[in-house]
């Protein structure tokens, strides 16, 4: 299945402009500099070099979306 994440992110990033306005925008440079990254524009270390947390533990989808009962 193939899922537009990009619009996804920018999506996630205008509904967040009412309340939470720089997070809104930093989700919508996160998709424009990854779309970059995935057009072969940018490289992966320029992307990384914006941004931190390739370390942390990956989201545990499970516990965060659980299939109900």
């Known amino acids: 299945m193939k899922v537009n994440f990009m619009g ?3 999506a996630a990033g205008r509904a967040l402009r009412p309340t939470d306005p720089a997070c809104g ?3 919508c440079e996160f998709a424009n500099n990854l779309r970059l990254v995935l057009r072969d524009e940018a ?3 320029e992307f990384k070099a914006a941004y931190v947390g390739q370390d942390g533990e990956p989201l545990d989808l499970d516990k965060l979306f ?3 009962k």
């Open 8 to 10: 996804m992110i920018a």
């Open 66 to 68: 659980p299939v109900p």
């Open 43 to 45: 490289t992966l270390e």
């Open 25 to 27: 925008y930093v989700l």
